[in-house]
């Protein structure tokens, strides 16, 4: 059974950082593209982050750039984001996501399995 796990969201100040994990099991995840999406309330679920399967490639959405990076480990089936220079707009419930597909890594639809979310929270 496929599991993702995430954690590390919490409340922090603007201008914080955080690091969130999402640990996958139930099967190998190394030929699997990896990817963080968020959801604030009232609002579509949205891409923020992205790493194909063997991290040499990367795609962020353009309000993230600079601030956030993606990171994945094959061997701990893991990946990571780091999100500093926090605004208040970050503000939403995170998801980790893994997909076979790597053609458009910024897409929900490539993603095969989803995790349950974790919140951050930016206070101004």
């Known amino acids: 059974q496929v599991q993702l796990v995430e954690s590390g969201g919490g409340l922090v100040q603007a201008g914080g950082s955080l690091r969130l994990s999402c640990v996958a099991s139930?099967?190998?995840?190394?030929?699997?593209?990896m990817a963080w999406f968020r959801q604030a309330p009232g609002k579509e679920r949205e891409f923020v982050a992205a790493?194909?399967?063997?991290?040499?490639?990367?795609e962020y959405v353009d309000s993230v750039k600079e601030r956030f990076t993606i990171a994945k480990d094959n061997f701990k089936n893991t990946v990571w984001l780091n999100l500093n220079s926090l605004k208040f707009e970050d503000t939403a419930v995170y998801y980790c996501?893994?997909?076979?597909?790597?053609?458009?890594?910024?897409?929900?639809?490539?993603?095969?399995?989803w995790g349950q979310g974790t919140q951050v929270t930016v206070s101004s």
């Open positions: 139930g099967r190998s995840f190394s030929s699997y593209a």
């Open positions: 790493v194909n399967w063997n991290g040499l490639r990367k």
């Open positions: 996501a893994v997909g076979r597909s790597t053609v458009d890594l910024r897409s929900l639809s490539e993603y095969d399995y």
